[in-house]
C-alpha cells in the first residue's frame, strides 16, 4: 500500500489558539528537564522538582521576563 507524501503547505503556520503556553525548566539539582504549563487562570505556572518536591511558582505579568527556559536550584 502506497502513501502519499506529506504536502507541507498544508501545515498551519502558527499553533491553534488553544495550546496552552509552557515553560521549560531546568532543575540543577537534580539535572532535569521539565516543561510546566500554564495555570487555568493564566497568571502563574507552577513547577515541582523532581527529586525533592520543592514547589517554585512563576507569576505571569506586566514587566515580567519574555524568557521561556529558566534554571533553578533547590539547594
Known sequence: MSQS?????????????????????HYLCSGKYIRVYRSADGMQYHARCPQ??????FRVGKGGSSARQFEVSCR
Do not use: A, D, K
Open 5 to 25: 507524501p506529506l504536502n507541507l503547505r498544508q501545515l498551519p503556520s502558527s499553533p491553534p489558539e488553544s495550546v496552552r503556553p509552557w515553560i521549560g525548566i
Open 52 to 57: 525533592c518536591s520543592r514547589c517554585t511558582v
